[in-house]
Structures are given as C-alpha cells and as structure tokens.
T-cell receptor, first 114, second 112 residues
Framework: DGGITQSPKYLFRKEGQNVTLSCEQN?????MYWYRQDPGQGLRLIYY???????QKGDIAEGYSVSREKKESFPLTVTSAQKNPTAFYLC?????????????FGQGTRLTVV | SQKIEQNSEALNIQEGKTATLTCNYT??????LQWYRQDPGRGPVFLLL?????KEKRKERLKVTFDTTLKQSLFHITASQPADSATYLC???????????FGAGTRLFVKA
C-alpha cells in the first residue's frame, strides 16, 4: 500500500524534553512538509524539503528541527525551545512542484505536554 | 500582508442543497489552488486542483472556480449529503510552487 505514515499517533512530552515525530513515505515523492494545526486555525508550515539533504524553514520553524537524509523519511524534532508544543502535527509529501502538487497527508501526531 | 481567508463560521445546509464555500487570498499570485477535505482527528485529503489559466473544474458532485482578478475561489458541492459534513481547506502555492499554504478551513454540516 502506497502512502505516508506518521508515528506515533499520540505523544506525551514532559517540559524540557525533546521529542521526535516520525514521517515515512513510499510514494517516491521529492517534496515533504511538516505542518502544525491548532484548534480553529489553518495548517501552519514548520519546515519543508524539496530534495534529499536540503530543507527550508517555514513560517513557524523556531523550536523545531528536521533532517532529510533519505528520500522516504523526514523526521521532526520538537525541542525544549518550543514554548507551546501542544498541537496536532501533520506530515505531507508531494511530487514535483507545479506539475504534481497534490499533497498526501499522514494521519497526524497529537502531541501533548504534560 | 499575505492572507488566505475562509469563512470561519460553520455552514449549515439541508441535504440535497448545494453548498458553496469561499476562499479569498491577498498578496499571493498562485499558479494553482487546491481544495482538501479534513475529518476530525485525521489528515486532510486532496479533492481538486485548479490552475491559474482554468476558470472552472469539476469532479463528480464537486465544482471549483478560480478568479485571479477577484483573487477568489469558490467550492461547490451539489446534491449535498450528510456524509459531506467535514472541514474544507483551500490551499495555494507560494514562492514559485515550492510551498503550499493553507487557509483555516470552513466547517460544513449537512443535515438530513
């Protein structure tokens, strides 16, 4: 089954801890994205990557870090510097920009600070 | 500043009627605009993409229009059903298509 998989579905973090959210895709897509969604708000772009070993900051990158060592994988680390990390995190992938822009989303990870 | 605006108020309609959702944008020049459906606790699912040189696109009961002069897209669901109840997000490309930016979405309720 082709698709994009996020794990875990639910994640609890203690204050001051770093946590890493996993995102894997087997769609052979070049571009991958991380979005954050808060209640009543749209998806806000955290980081995106157009190609392996390259990534760019989105609109709310502070307190987050990513890596893109493999085409299939784009993990997101929520660091202790992120002051309000409780949110629903969505990973997406898409083909070549402008030509095949449809984004495929994972099922999301709900992160809660305890 | 750049903005994508969708009605924040929920849209309530009767089954069988046409639902029309609006997406307005400011200070973007998108090459395309997309519409997604999102159910509670799930990731968005792609519905339709319309390019800047297309005025209208249809898929089954769905129709999207794109007016680059008005900077507006309209999303229509004809013969609506309770199963169409969801949040609908519009999205457009920024920076030459390398980033996809989303609106906050409009919640649609279809009553039987």
């Amino acid at each position: 089954d082709g698709g994009i998989t996020q794990s875990p579905k639910y994640l609890f973090r203690k204050e001051g801890q770093n946590v890493t959210l996993s995102c894997e895709q087997n769609l052979n897509h070049d571009a991958m994205y991380w979005y954050r969604q808060d209640p009543g708000q749209g998806l806000r772009l955290i980081y995106y990557s157009q190609i392996v070993n390259d990534f760019q900051k989105g609109d709310i990158a502070e307190g987050y870090s990513v890596s893109r060592e493999k085409k299939e994988s784009f993990p997101l680390t929520v660091t202790s510097a992120q002051k309000n990390p409780t949110a629903f995190y969505l990973c997406a992938s898409s083909g070549a920009a402008l030509l095949n822009a449809e984004a495929f989303f994972g099922q999301g990870t709900r992160l809660t600070v305890v | 500043s750049q903005k994508i605006e969708q009605n924040s108020e929920a849209l309530n309609i009767q089954e069988g009627k046409t639902a029309t959702l609006t997406c307005n944008y400011t200070n973007y020049s998108p090459a395309y605009l997309q519409w997604y459906r999102q159910d509670p606790g799930r990731g968005p699912v792609f519905l339709l993409l319309i390019r800047e040189n297309e005025k209208e696109k249809r898929k089954e009961r769905l129709k999207v229009t794109f007016d680059t002069t008005l900077k507006q897209s309209l999303f229509h669901i004809t013969a609506s059903q309770p199963a169409d109840s969801a949040t609908y997000l519009c999205a457009l490309d920024d920076t030459g298509g390398f980033k996809t930016i989303f609106g906050a979405g409009t919640r649609l309720f279809v009553k039987a």
